[in-house]
């Protein structure tokens, strides 16, 4: 499966840079970005997702998306390009896994799914 590793990874850089043209996801600063984790604060949980909807209202409002580059690529779990409510309960399903003692990472939970 070691091929399957590389291949995904590079699909999603690639993806990642067409959707986002100015965040670099394959450098190494992207790397400590967890997916799911909205606010950056290395845990995913109830704010990240309250935080979608929020941005998500504003957005679907006419207003400015409030995410940075980095921001927008953690929230959008599901990677369709666009930051709604699926990500959002994505998020908040993920967060209830961990509160019930899951350890998948986000990636290996979406996969069980
Ligand atoms: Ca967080
Ligand atoms: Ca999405």
Known sequence: MRFKGIFSFAATC????GTYATANLCSAESKKLLLG???GNSQVNSVDASAVPA???AVSGGKTSKFTNKQKI??????DRKIDSVDA????????????????????????L
């Open 14 to 17: 690639a993806i990642i840079t």
């Open 37 to 39: 984790d909205v606010d």
């Open 55 to 57: 941005d998500y209202a």
């Open 74 to 79: 953690a929230a959008d779990v599901n990677k």
């Open 89 to 112: 309960s994505r998020i908040l399903a993920y967060y209830a896994y961990l509160s019930t003692g899951g350890k998948l990472s986000f990636e290996e939970y979406l996969d069980s």
